[in-house]
């Protein structure tokens, strides 16, 4: 070992580059056997800034799984992608140029956008290795690579051909401030202040000869909206069947408001009657109910808000003004007509789009689909069929199919993206869809596989402007990984790593379950009809100390830089590993100071067993000491412990588990033990153990467990040599036999007396005339006698300890007592500080009442009144006395 402290600063940037360099984690470039193989599907990030805590957070628990597998024989596929098309890249570029993409050629525009993305990849790769990854660095890409589009185009081809896609014409989601069409998932909820605003509409006359005529049918009616700015869309008034104070308005007309259109009057069970006054007005549109009535009473269509959110024509005077600014010159003017009839603020839901926060509106345009919603309970059985970590989030993703309304909108008119590998018949509007051997294609600058259109003859075609939303793309990560092509020669897809596919593992944020996840079994599930992963890891989120979560507006953003330069990067894999999977995580420094101690806790004992047992590898002795014999034991046990745990992912428990028994077992208790002794067989046991310890750590330490490996044991022996520790076998139980539990006391009885030697100031060789030891550690005399230097040692494992338990005293549960017994608390206390008090049955009886056994705790200790000392060894009782006592 090298002299001096640990330092983590040169060890850490050395190992990182010696990884990289070396491709030390690489996977083979021969095809894996499938038995041996285990893939995880890595989450890329989007490219839209810099590198946060959520990043280093869930990387480190993806590489803890590759480096503990990897360990475990197989041959591991960690890759790393970058999801560098879409709406997030082009607005970067937007920023950092300060640029508008509508003010570009689309080509010159993802030009620029590819430079800016390149530039912030560059550094997020440095990045990434600097936190210690054991990512493959070889397998590498970027979902805007041609590679990836051709492979997204196929997708997109194969979908087409199966029937799974359709473009139409029909009312979406859509962001004003992207100016694009989103899907469902990209869409979420936020509270919002608003106004209601109670309007009148006028009644008009129906026509005495219909049949529906009702000559009690009210004058007036009033609606309650949020968005009067939608007044010159409504193209209907909608009351419940139920609603008997109402009824008489249907089969009537409305003339709305400053607009004076007329309207019919309808009824559907679809109207809530406890918003407002119960009655609602349908605009085309303001929300999925409208898009449905709309549908279903085969309504006109009236588009009062464009592209951009700005009113149209169908406004008259309020055309060309934002909605927003609309809204408030419409409430003006309706107050001025006298039809306002009141506004209030209210906090309500909107349904927003999650990258700018801009409220959504539903436009009728043309746009391609994938077709989902025929498929629900496939979708919800292909789930199913995976192992989640944790399981309860199989729920959030039940939760999210059950509630799907649209098919998934996969078109998005932007600059920066995947072309839609399309051109249209300028006669007919047929489509023609490149052929699968050219892609990657882009039909603004190629021309079509055809010269005529097959469906009509005509010459001329139109070039499919739109791209493909960048969850279309991302959604293919494990058919990526697996290299899945078009065999032109066979006519079928095929793949260049057939071995990992399904993907052992799909890790990632339980905020992207209805994104990522939901969106890659849709694809794969039907390119290949298989389940595209065997389990799925779900994260939380890193919040701040205060468990909020964490936000440059609210100023309690922690970044990575700040904390990699304070503390070392094993510090923050200690960390990282102390959650439990699917919850969230707060950022405390407190765990990260805890990684820095155990860091330094394994170095010095590293250092501490290489002077007690200077050859690395010694031979086995013929006849091991029983408590050498019992630690390698309970290495054993504590090795399945282990290794079950990371195997279900349980981190914090895997964690702190190792970190108490070597801490504990190990460190305070054996080798305080055999610092004491000289012989082959404690040489042979603290080798034997360290070994395992140092490979135990590899996945959470892993900078110093390499460290420390090539120190000590690199050189190898008996075929123990690696040259990286994350390349070395994974410890497997030795099968020793040992006492659990006499072994256990044993050690409490040798801790007790140290500490008792420690506190009387004697030196650990001092001698000890008598011990009394009421327990069984039979097997273990001779260890005890030797390292405690116990001149006689007396067992009595069956005999009754000379101890007696005795009260000390009763504490209230207060929080329950008060309330409940108020003024009689005085009582209460005076009769238990007098033992004016009696036991019975677990209640305590005191001041004439009965308190249950959670009101109260009882305070015990051991008390001995013979000769000699008492001490404290867990279940024993261990006495000290001279020989004249």
């Known amino acids: 070992m090298p002299s001096g402290e640990y330092d983590p600063d040169a060890a850490e940037a050395r190992w990182q580059r010696r990884w990289v360099e070396n491709e030390t984690f690489a996977y083979p470039e021969a095809q894996a056997d499938s038995d041996t193989a285990f893939a995880i599907d890595t989450p890329p990030p989007t490219v839209s800034g810099n590198l946060h805590w959520g990043h280093v957070y869930g990387s480190i628990l993806q590489d803890i799984v590759a480096r503990f597998h990897r360990m475990n024989g197989s041959d591991v596929l960690f890759p790393f992608g970058y999801d560098d098309n879409g709406i997030a890249s082009e607005r970067l570029a937007e920023r950092e140029l300060g640029i508008r993409h509508q003010d570009f050629e689309r080509r ?289 993703y039940q939760h999210w199919v059950e509630g799907l309304q649209w098919d998934w909108c996969i078109s998005r008119q932007r600059s920066s993206g995947i072309p839609f590998p399309v051109w249209y018949c300028a006669e007919c509007d047929a489509e023609v869809i490149a052929d699968k051997t050219d892609l990657p294609v882009d039909p603004l600058s190629d021309n079509p596989p055809v010269d005529v259109c097959p469906e009509c003859g005509h010459d001329e075609f139109i070039p499919e402007d739109d791209v493909l939303d960048t969850w279309a793309t991302s959604s293919l990560t494990p ?60 994260n939380g989120m890193v919040l701040d100390e205060n468990r909020e979560k964490m936000s440059k507006s609210k100023g309690n953003v922690v970044e990575p830089d700040t904390v990699m330069d304070q503390f070392p990067v094993d510090a923050a894999r200690f960390w990282a590993a102390g959650s439990a999977i699917g919850d969230d995580l707060p950022y405390q420094e407190k765990g990260l100071r805890a990684g820095e101690k155990l860091i330094r806790k394994l170095w010095n004992a590293s250092k501490l067993v290489e002077s007690l047992a200077p050859d690395p590898y010694p031979d086995e002795p013929d006849d091991l000491e029983e408590l050498d014999r019992w630690l390698l034991a309970e290495i054993d046990r504590e090795i399945e412990r282990l290794t079950t745990r990371l195997e279900n992912r349980e981190f914090s428990k895997a964690r702190d588990g190792l970190r108490t028994f070597f801490w504990g077992t190990f460190c305070d208790d054996y080798l305080e033990i055999a610092k004491q002794r000289e012989d082959a067989s404690a040489e042979y046991t603290l080798r034997t153990a360290h070994r395992r310890f140092v490979k135990l750590f590899a996945p959470f330490l892993a900078h110093v467990s390499e460290e420390i490996w090539h120190a000590e044991y690199a050189a190898g022996a008996d075929g123990e040599a690696a040259e990286s520790v994350h390349l070395s076998e994974w410890p497997e139980p030795l099968g020793l036999s040992a006492d659990h539990d006499a072994g256990e006391l044993a050690m409490a009885v040798v801790g007790a007396l140290r500490k008792y030697k420690s506190a009387e100031q004697l030196p650990l060789n001092a001698p000890l005339e008598v011990v009394e030891v009421y327990g069984n550690v039979s097997g273990f005399e001779d260890d005890i006698t030797g390292v405690m230097h116990v001149e006689d040692l007396r067992m009595y494992p069956d005999a009754e300890a000379p101890v007696e338990t005795v009260t000390t005293g009763i504490d209230l549960a207060y929080a329950t007592v008060g309330p409940k017994y108020g003024d009689t608390i005085a009582d209460i206390e005076a009769g238990i500080a007098e033992g004016d008090y009696e036991l019975v049955d677990d209640e305590l009886h005191v001041a004439g009442v009965e308190l249950a056994p959670d009101e109260f705790e009882i305070e015990t200790e051991r008390q001995y009144r013979g000769e000699g000392t008492l001490l404290d060894a867990d279940d024993a009782v261990v006495i000290v006395r001279s020989d004249g006592e």
């Open 108 to 396: 010159e525009f993802q030009r620029k956008c590819r430079e800016v993305c390149r530039e912030y990849e560059t550094d997020f790769t440095e990045k990434m290795q600097g936190v210690g990854l054991s990512i493959d660095w070889t397998n590498t890409y970027r979902t805007i690579s041609p590679e990836v589009q051709r492979i997204s185009q196929l997708s997109f081809i194969d979908l087409y051909e199966k029937d799974r896609e359709y473009r139409q014409e029909a009312p979406a989601i859509w962001c004003p401030e992207c100016e694009t069409a989103i899907s469902q998932v990209e869409t979420e909820d936020d509270e919002r202040d608003s106004h209601f605003h109670d309007i009148a509409f006028e009644v008009v006359e129906a026509d005495p000869e219909r049949s529906d005529y009702d000559a009690d049918s009210p004058d007036e009616f009033t609606i309650s909206t949020t968005r009067p700015e939608l007044l010159p869309a409504c193209v209907a008034v909608f009351v419940h069947p139920d609603d008997e104070e109402n009824e008489a308005l249907v089969g009537t007309h409305a003339r709305i408001p400053i607009f004076g259109q007329e309207v019919p009057i309808l009824e559907d069970e679809r109207v809530d009657m406890e918003t407002g006054s119960g009655i609602v007005m349908c605009c085309t549109f303001g929300d999925q109910t409208d898009i449905e009535w709309y549908q279903a009473h085969d309504l006109p269509l009236r588009v009062a808000i464009d592209e951009s959110g700005h009113l149209t024509e169908e406004a008259g005077p309020y055309e060309g003004m934002h909605s927003s600014e609309a809204r408030e010159a419409i409430v003006s003017d309706l107050e001025d007509e006298g039809a306002l009839l009141d506004r209030r603020a209210i906090t309500h839901t909107v349904n927003v789009h999650e990258r700018c926060g801009v409220g959504v509106e539903f436009l009728v345009t043309e746009q391609w689909y994938v077709e989902v919603l025929d498929k629900i309970d496939e979708y919800l059985e292909a789930g199913r069929k995976m192992e989640w970590f944790p399981e309860k989030m199989f729920t959030r």
């Open 479 to 538: 058919l990526i990984n697996a290299g899945w092509d078009w065999d032109a020669d066979a006519g079928e897809f095929t793949m260049d790593r057939p071995e990992i596919y399904p993907m052992d593992v799909r890790p990632q944020g339980h905020d992207i379950i209805s994104f990522w996840l939901f969106h890659t079994v849709i694809k794969c599930y039907e390119h290949t009809g298989e389940v595209p992963f065997e389990s799925t890891m779900i």
